[in-house]
């Protein structure tokens, strides 16, 4: 049993709430435990320059904690993004683009805010999870504009944290847990069962491929959960006026 009383392959209590904000599309608030993102979705009717002659769209994301989303503040990214900032933010860009066609957008933009609100670990995680949500609502909004069919988005992804600690395989962690593990590992897959990442890091101690298998298979099932999550979410009922 861990300290917040999950069993190793239980997940935080996850809640998305839909229409969060009403200035966007898509507007999702994610809260992944202690954690809490808001993950918005714009359109944009144009692409990067470097992107014009293909006549396809183009899907992005930007990412960032807020000052005061963990106990010591965190200056604001006002100039230079830091590494850590760069590498996730990419993350969520790759993932999100796994599961859009490019040629049914056309030639424009979809670009995914996540801003994290409170930080206690897997911020990256919940934010994959949280602007899929969004990105479906922003779809759906740009359908009913005219702007592109019913086949933009070819299917659903989420990501999920997995760790070695204290050399037990645990789901989702926490900021006390995966500063503690042995091995790190963020997962992102798809509805048809296709990974998109597979980001396992040996802090501590090297892994076996064994460990491996045994990461990504947990992973999986926390996925699939947070797969009816985001459905029942996107079947359920929008807070405000976005989406």
């Known amino acids: 049993m861990r300290a917040d009383g999950r ?53 992005t994301a930007e990412y960032d904690m807020l000052p005061g989303a963990t106990t010591q503040r965190r200056p604001r990214s006002r100039a230079k993004l830091d590494g850590r900032t760069q ?20 030639p424009r933009t979809i670009i995914l805010d996540c801003d994290v609100l409170q930080a206690d670990g897997g911020t990256r995680t919940a ?8 990105l479906h609502d922003a779809v759906t909004a740009g359908q009913r504009r005219g702007l592109w069919g019913a086949d933009v988005l070819t299917a659903g992804v989420a990501a999920v944290s997995v760790g070695i600690v204290d050399d037990q395989l645990w789901l989702d962690l926490d900021y006390r847990e995966d500063s503690s593990a042995a091995v790190d590992c963020n997962l992102v897959m798809t509805t048809r069962n296709e990974w998109v990442e597979v980001q396992a890091t040996a802090e501590r101690t090297p892994y076996t491929a064994a460990n491996l298998t045994s990461m990504m298979e947990l992973g999986r099932r926390g996925i699939e959960r947070l797969f009816e999550i985001q459905r029942a979410a996107l079947e359920g009922p929008v807070a405000g006026g976005g989406g």
Do not use: H, K, N
């Not at 809260?31 to 396809?56: F, K, M, N, Q, Y």
């Not at 934010?127 to 969004?134: E, N």
């Open 7 to 59: 069993t190793a392959d239980e997940l935080r209590p996850v809640q998305i709430q839909r229409g969060f904000t009403d200035a966007t599309p898509g507007s999702v608030l994610i809260r992944a435990g202690r954690t809490r993102l808001l993950c918005t979705a714009s359109i944009d009717d144009a692409v990067p320059e470097w992107r014009e002659p293909s006549g396809l769209g183009w899907v």
């Open 87 to 106: 590498e996730i933010q990419r993350l969520i860009g790759r993932a999100l683009r796994a599961v859009v066609d490019m040629r049914q957008l056309g």
């Open 127 to 134: 934010a994959v999870t949280g602007a899929y949500v969004a």
